[in-house]
């Protein structure tokens, strides 16, 4: 039906099949009862869109843009270096004031000029890191919808914006909550040695039945602040990162959320507290609860497995593997990409967290 089908969802009244296609961004939707369906496009203002959800009383749909963006957008270095600008054409721009943290190394009286990062704050301006002005220097609009909103009947489409950067995750609650999982980066802030260890957060959004109201954005590792690079080994394994699959119970009491990156998956409160972290197989992406809400089963994609979560005992109870034909040399090194524990000072990012499943870093 199109290029990357990515997710499914059915409704029941009306009785329609909705699928994310990925690559084209569009949501194409069916009478899933007919042998030879007539399928109907619904263009998607967003990059990737993928993860799919339905309201409780299906009437709306709920698609997650994968490769969102967060109101951040590089500045073309001729535009930098124009005397008109904010730093009067001086590039690299300062970040401190007039100087630069860290400082520049000796000997670097003309270094290239470069783009400039900016993000617009809540008032609607182009303002990068060192609280210079931009917006009389950016021209072009920039779409950060996170989620679209798509009537059931009509198709009409709204969008949730604001959330993250990456949303690689949604599931609705009963109580009609919808929940949003992902990655921020820390996109406005320059230089290396400033983002070192510390250049994404992990974020859990909370948004109003319906998609309508102000979302509430939780960071799933509240210990950590951000103000080094490195923390001891006994709190770093509290972190948790690579957020992906989600699933409610069904008294809307708890959410579950995968972290392929941590291997384990993390039950949360409605507000977004921590309950309990799981220890599960290698790369947990998918989860659903069981109708009866004992038990969360969740997909480990690196290890092929499935494991059975007690949501009495928040603990692994069973596991059951399945033929995965992944080549051993792909398993042993796949850690290496993803594992937030083995290669981040803070324990909740890693490689993946630029290279998202292992793709370009230009998000």
Known sequence: IGDEPAD???????????VSLAIDAKLISFDPNLASPTLTT???????????????????IYLAMFESGNNTVMVPPNVVSN???????????????????PPRAAGQANPPAVGHIVRKNAAGQWVDDNSRNWTSRVTWGVVDNDIAVVNATTLATTYVTGLMNTVAGIAVAP???????GIEPRNEIRFEPKLDGKFAKMFAAFVPAGGVGAPTIVDFNPHLTYTTSSIPLTERLQSVGDPRGVAWLPDSSAAFVAMLGTNCVVAITPSGSRIAKIEVGEGPTGVVAAPSGSFVYV??????????ISTASYLEVASAAFHDATPAAVKAGRKFLFDTHLTSGLGHTSCATCHVDGRSDRI
């Open 8 to 18: 499914i969802v059915f409704t029941a009244k009306p009785a329609k099949a909705f």
């Open 42 to 60: 619904t263009a998607i203002l967003g990059a990737q869109p993928r993860a799919l959800a339905t309201s409780p009383d299906s009437t709306k």
């Open 83 to 101: 005397a008109a600008g904010p730093y009067a054409g001086v590039n690299p721009p300062p970040n401190s004031g007039t100087t630069f943290d």
């Open 175 to 181: 109580s009609g909550q919808l929940l949003a999982v």
């Open 299 to 308: 997909l480990n994609r690196f290890e092929g497995s499935v494991s059975a």
